[in-house]
């Protein structure tokens, strides 16, 4: 346990140049991103799928990409038509989409200048579009309206006004967004439901949630139809709110309004139930993703290891993840989701040769790739081995972050070293950890797991410090949470008389086990 203690000391061009783009390769194409709670999300984990090449690559978006901090786009460009290959604007489309997921903003914008001043095809909508998108994020709304009040009038439509709109609201400048939308309305032009999806998102704290059905409304007075991607939107703030009835409601109105649900809507409802422990549903939600995946897209197969592992489901597990290793590039993250996954059905060994896998592969230079392993040997009691990645995770030039402090304290109480886990209980709250960490699932079932300890040892004190965390992110939803905190009552042959009503106020309904729990609890009521 020495470790732990050691680790407890320590730019703008001419305006006339460039332009802005749809969300998507098309129009009014959605895309929707969906990120579950049930990993930590804490990074976004780099892909390293491109390596250097000697031979120049046959793609003109590879090229772009490949390019040396500080060298022109055009060199790109001249290296190309030197070989006698003409630029598409489709080839244009796909490299700004690919420079966009990359979050190469500014080379995304050198590439719309260089198309906008050399016309290698006659620029439309869609490239004024993408011109603008760039401006705004790179040099703000106020050079962004200069640019379209220079943009040809043929072209300043529909589509350049919603996405005038949509770049304001990715700058979180809501006014200003509202008084476009106002004035579309009055030239007649149509607001895309990308418009409302942003703003639905924008929305979507706590505090903010209120607003959401006058967007809806407004949503419907301006005669614009909710897509697949508007109810996923909407699921996912009850899924993030560990809801799962109103997630449902939600999922009930999609299919009243005869909107066919995607594979991303029932990846959210698949993950919902299964982070409540309704595994029965899960399974067939689940089975519905499957049926509905188009191709081999690895953010669903993400989901897919992630919930199989939840299941119990073994075979399946191994068959995701053989679908993930036929990608071209596998993912740092998938690694993490399926030795999360292997480890919880308790199949160490597996989890243990895709850690030894996944070294091999990549330089572990983050945090959360060592804590996927640390977890699953805290998980069983193996503290010894976790011990042993924490040394490896320092000497590779990592930090301990607040997770990983909180699997550790869950790996010294398996390892019935009581002491040592309350020193790593008390390192991790030292650290600040986000709200998006404190949702996220990993954190909320550590210290449930961490609280089911504390039940046994009648320890209703330091239960109900740990509960407050999982109260503030409406885990208390589930009634399993509540129960596990009745059981160190009872443990501790404590009789609360308001136990239940907190509980429901909580949010959560009494089951069988709720009542059976209280009835014990009982005995040990001081009678007059």
């Known amino acids: 346990m020495q470790v732990l203690a050691r680790l407890g000391h320590r730019r703008l061009i001419q305006a006339v140049h460039r332009t802005v783009s749809s969300t998507s390769p098309s129009p009014y194409q959605a895309r929707f991103v969906f990120k579950f709670l049930c990993t930590e999300s804490i990074v976004e984990f780099v892909d390293n799928s491109l390596e250097p090449s000697q031979e120049k690559p046959k793609c003109l978006s590879l090229r772009i990409e490949r390019l040396p901090r500080g060298e022109p786009v055009g060199s790109a460009f001249q290296s190309w038509m030197s070989e006698g290959l003409p630029i598409h604007r489709g080839e244009i489309f796909h490299a700004i989409n690919r420079l966009r997921k990359l979050r190469l903003n500014k080379r995304a914008l050198e590439v719309m200048e260089w198309v906008i001043r050399e016309r290698p095809y006659r620029p439309k909508e869609l490239d004024y579009s993408y011109l603008l998108e760039f401006t705004i994020k790179l040099h703000g709304i106020s050079q962004g309206e200069k640019l379209f009040c220079c943009v040809p009038s043929d072209v300043q439509n529909d589509l350049l006004y919603n996405n005038l709109v949509i770049a304001c609201l990715d700058k979180g400048v809501i006014r200003l967004s509202l008084e476009y939308m106002k004035k579309m309305r009055e030239l007649g032009h149509s607001i895309s439901y990308l418009v409302f999806n942003r703003l639905i998102t924008l929305h979507s704290s706590p505090s903010q949630r209120k607003y959401i059905p006058k967007i809806l409304m407004q949503m419907k007075a301006d005669k614009v139809t ?38 991303v809507s029932y990846c959210i409802v698949a993950t919902a139930h299964a982070v409540a422990r309704l595994y029965t549903a899960a399974e067939a939600y689940v089975e519905a993703v499957e049926n509905c995946m188009t191709g081999n897209n690895w953010s669903t197969l993400d989901v897919l290891i992630m919930l199989y592992g939840y299941l119990g489901k073994g075979k399946e597990l191994e068959r995701i993840w053989a679908n993930v290793q036929e990608l071209p590039h596998v993912r740092s993250q998938s690694y993490v989701l399926a030795i999360e996954a292997f480890g919880r059905i308790s199949q160490l060994s597996r989890a243990e040769e895709l850690w030894l896998e996944m070294k091999s592969k990549n330089q572990l230079k983050a945090t959360e790739l060592f804590n996927s392993i640390i977890s699953v040997y805290c998980k069983h009691g193996f503290i010894d081995k976790a011990t042993g990645i924490l040394k490896e995770m320092e000497m590779n030039g990592c930090k301990p972050n607040a997770i990983t402090y909180r699997y550790l304290a869950l790996g010294c109480f398996k390892a019935n070293l009581v002491e040592e886990g309350l020193k790593a209980l008390r390192l991790g709250m030292e650290l600040i950890a986000s709200k998006k960490v404190r949702s996220s699932t990993p954190w909320l079932e550590t210290n449930l797991s961490i609280i089911e300890v504390f039940a046994d040892k009648a320890d209703v004190e330091n239960a109900e410090k740990l509960f407050v965390e999982l109260k503030k992110a409406n885990y208390t939803r589930y009634t399993f949470v509540y129960n596990t905190l009745i059981k160190a009552y009872v443990k ?37």
């Open 226 to 263: 909710r897509h697949v991607s508007t109810y996923n939107i909407l699921m996912k703030i009850e899924a993030n709110e560990h809801n799962v009835e109103g997630l449902m409601k939600v999922f009930s109105d999609m299919k009243r309004a005869t909107v066919e649900p995607n594979e």
């Open 492 to 528: 501790a042959r404590i009789y609360d008389p308001n136990f239940l009503r907190r509980m429901i106020l909580g949010g959560a309904r009494p089951d069988a086990e709720t009542y059976s729990l209280l009835k014990l609890a009982e005995h040990y009521q001081k009678r007059p």
